[in-house]
């Protein structure tokens, strides 16, 4: 696991199945939807409102990494939901899977690499906050808070 996480009963969202959008079906949406909504909220703060590009492209990344292991290990992405706010951006996934997310033990000697495993720990590295929350309706709710800034 990544130190410390709170897993707890969601109230927050709805969680029947029917009131759950349809999830993206690929990374590639995610990140798309994400763009569309820092680029909305930067537009709706005014022309000298800018983002530190290194921060974007690791908010890209955990949003590419959540989605990925919702599809790989969750049993596909129920929900997503993107809050940018001025100086983080918090990123929800929802899935069908109540399993919390592990590391993958490598098994390996040192210099070697294997394919895979590493999307939790770069979430657990860029985040500044990761909630799991437990869906009534069966299921998890991942959440990430992402800075904004590296400074």
């Not at 130190?3 to 990140?31: I, L, N, Q």
């Not at 798309?32 to 022309?47: K, N």
């Not at 909630?131 to 959440?143: D, F, N, Q, V």
């Amino acid at each position: 696991m990544c130190g410390e996480y709170r897993a707890h009963p969601s109230d927050s969202m709805p969680d029947t199945p029917e009131s759950h959008p349809p999830g993206p079906r690929s990374p590639a949406e995610v990140r798309d939807a994400v763009r569309q909504a820092l680029e909305s909220a930067r537009r709706s703060r005014g022309p000298g409102a800018t983002a530190d590009a290194t921060a974007v492209g690791d908010v890209l990344l955990v949003a590419s990494e959540l989605t990925t292991n919702a599809i790989l290990h969750g049993g596909g992405v129920t929900a997503f939901e993107v809050i940018p706010g001025e100086r983080e951006v918090r990123l929800s996934v929802s899935d069908r899977c109540d399993d919390m997310p592990t590391p993958v033990r490598r098994a390996d000697g040192p210099g070697t690499s294997r394919i895979g495993g590493h999307g939790w720990p770069i979430i657990c590295l860029l985040a500044r906050d990761i909630m799991i929350s437990y869906l009534r309706a069966g299921g998890k709710r991942i959440t990430a808070v992402v800075p904004l800034s590296r400074g």
